[in-house]
């Protein structure tokens, strides 16, 4: 009953669709258990690159079944668009399940997002303005509209005129917009059902069903434990858990059956939209950080801002997630530095913090303190095992893991499928 479980453990973009990609031949099933189409993966397999932004990284796996979890919210035009392409390059889409109990990223949802991010001027979150966070509002307000009641015009009716009552006010008082025709938005919502049923199931017993017969289930997590809603550095984050206990949540399938918790950790930091970040580099090591490493969001396609590593927030994710093992990517990046500075802990109005404080004040002022470790000049992406990496390169992974609370099972040194070392099997 071997049930996975892979996240971010900084702020997400730390390579969680390589990873999931990597294991993608050995499991059964991966499943996203929460986000929508705000968490872009980009996968390498061979020549060709794949930016996946709401399916699961296992759909480019033939023997694997990719499954979108009843905590994940949709966007059907999205969703389409992404299976077209996929299509059109080869790859088979139809192994694809989707939860009959998924939140609908509605297009009010979407304009709401847009004009309350723009609205909020100098205090805005830095949303992907996707309508992400008022579909996940929705559903805690319990107006919000789910997969399966596309499959009855007349709930569905009723549940776009009840949510539109009050963003309708909102709209024309507050914002001076238009107010949305709720016929308009059931008649486009009704667009999708016919395309959409050969894919809906009740993932939650197909999942518990898969691990009773001892299949191999991987539950992918989107953004990263920094970006977590209960967790994260609020109110810099986003609307939903990507840390661990969201993969039971956001999945139907119990803490129980859950074997192994892998965190995904870049050998650098990087965080897209605004926040703290305390080791954001504002000088030639970080556009060279982001020039090497093509640091670029891939689903906003904003330039991702880059620091030193931090152990301070590694050790954190280890202690919210339970994390078991981490998986360390980009390794390859920090070729060709003499010395590359690592975060061990926080100045805090003049005092040494080696957790991460609580108190949201507290971090924002947080400066870090660095120890400096001597780096490597040589190639590192033809590696294959640990002792063919240079001394150095060994020993800022053993400082890292170290530092981290958990081992470094599998190391990245480089962007390709193949291009990964693998310490301890996961499975």
Known sequence: MPALVLLGA??????????????????DYVVRYQGGNNAGHTVVVGDQKYALHLLPSGILTP?????????VVVDPSVLFSELNGLNERGVDT???LISGNAHIITPYNVTVDKVTERFLGKRKIGTTGRGIGPTYADKINRVGIRVQDLYDESI???KVEAALDGKNQLLTKVFNRRAIEAAQVVEELLTYADRLKPYVADTVLVLNKALDDDKVVLFEGGQGTLLDIDHGTYPFVTSSNPTAGGACTGS???????????????????????????TELFDEDGDALRRIGHERGVTTGRDRRCGWFDAVI????????????FFLTKLDVLTGWEEIPVCVAYEIDGKRVEELPYSQTDFHHAKPIYETLPGWSEDITKAKTFADLPKNA????????????????????GPGRTETIEINSFI
């Not at 590694?314 to 093992?325: E, F, I, K, M, S």
């Not at 060994?394 to 040194?413: H, T």
């Open 394 to 413: 060994q020993a800022y992974v053993r400082a890292l893991e170290e530092m981290s609370g958990a081992p470094i099972s599998a190391i990245g040194v």
């Open 314 to 325: 590694a050790r954190y994710a280890t202690r919210v997630n339970g994390l078991t093992d």
């Open 156 to 158: 569905l009716t009723q």
């Open 63 to 71: 023997e694997c079944t990719p499954v979108i979890g009843n905590g």
């Open 94 to 96: 139809s192994k694809l």
């Open 252 to 278: 139907g399938v119990g803490p129980t059956k859950i074997s192994r918790v892998i965190g995904i950790l870049k050998a650098y930091t990087t965080r897209v939209g605004a926040g703290p970040f305390p």
């Open 10 to 27: 900084q702020w997400g973009d730390e390579g969680k669709g390589k990873a999931t990609d990597l294991l993608g031949g050995s499991v």
